[in-house]
């Protein structure tokens, strides 16, 4: 058991809930759970959002549904995370706070650090609930259009991703991320799109109504294109990396200020991601040594532009980010050849 405890709040008041996302976010004290009756008390279903504090779109959709006074079809528990590292300032920008590990790497590792005994919390909390259907909500790190991750393509976790979106990426990896976890019930995450992205906020509000409303939540409502086992480019521990035009003298990768654009296209072989000091792919690696760098990316040397990282072959890229802290603490992006 964690040591953690989480705030429950059963009744919300108006002016608890407050006018403004702002007021709603200070009243929370801290990692909390909104109990929502529905019109059925004998199912439960969850929604975990701001696991990081730098995706406000669940939030954003929980604090419109409370203020419309919606009435779920089940008995509903919201559960907002990292609240306090939301409200720092500046307000939504850090993933996590400064020195603290990343929350949905820290769940099922039994740690006793403050992020693990708060997810070692969360877990526990929601396993509580013998909920039928999990969504764990989430902004992307970069500009792009939404998709759902999940552990299975099963029926039901295929039915739960089509209230969000047409995409779902079905994914061998193991990051310690809350969807990976034993729940007893289907779980995924759905990642709405970019943080400042206006699409995200209606994909997570619209998205987040459709599954809650639905008598029967595994109905599957639209068709599913499915992407699986992606891998994940990595910055080396010891590099740096910069965003810009052109080369960036002194950092060990700089990449193309505009890569986002690149987010779920067809990124063809001989694509310029960015550059290198060197005609070497050292400063990068895989998440997986089973896979090789070099099998995907290629340097390439340019008269103009010293030393150029481009794609080998034929790739399809999402979770793509110019932002460097995060680019250096998680990953680069993801992958898959098709």
Known sequence: MSSIKLTHIHKLLPAQVGETLYQFLNYLSGPTVIHVKGEESSRCRVVVTLLHGNEPSGLKAIHQLLLSQFKPAVDTKFIIASVVAARTEPVFEYRMLPGQKDLNRCFGNHKRD????????????????????????????????????????????????????????????????????????????????????????????????????????????????????????????SGSIAYAQLPVKGASLTMRQDIERLNFGTTKANQLLGWLPDNNLDTLQLDNADFNVSDYFVVESSDQEGYQLKTKCTLTLFMVTTRADIASSDCLFYFIKP
Do not use: W
């Not at 995409?167 to 729940?183: A, C, F, K, N, W």
């Not at 759905?190 to 008598?215: H, M, P, Q, R, W």
């Open 114 to 237: 403050l992020q693990s005994l708060l997810a070692s919390a969360i877990k526990d909390e929601v396993q509580t609930y013998q909920a039928e259907a999990i969504i764990d909500l989430h902004n992307t790190s970069g500009s792009g259009p939404a998709f759902s991750v999940s552990v299975s393509n099963s029926e039901q976790h295929l039915a739960m991703a089509a209230h969000f979106t047409h995409r779902m990426i079905v994914t061998d990896l193991r990051l310690g991320s809350i969807m990976e976890q034993r729940l007893a019930c289907p779980i995924i995450t759905v990642e709405a799109g970019g943080a400042y992205d206006d699409d995200a906020d209606l994909t997570a509000l619209e998205g987040i109504k459709s599954f809650l409303s639905a008598n029967d939540v595994f109905k599957q409502t639209q068709d599913i294109e499915q992407l699986h086992n992606p891998r994940r480019l990595e910055l080396n521990p």
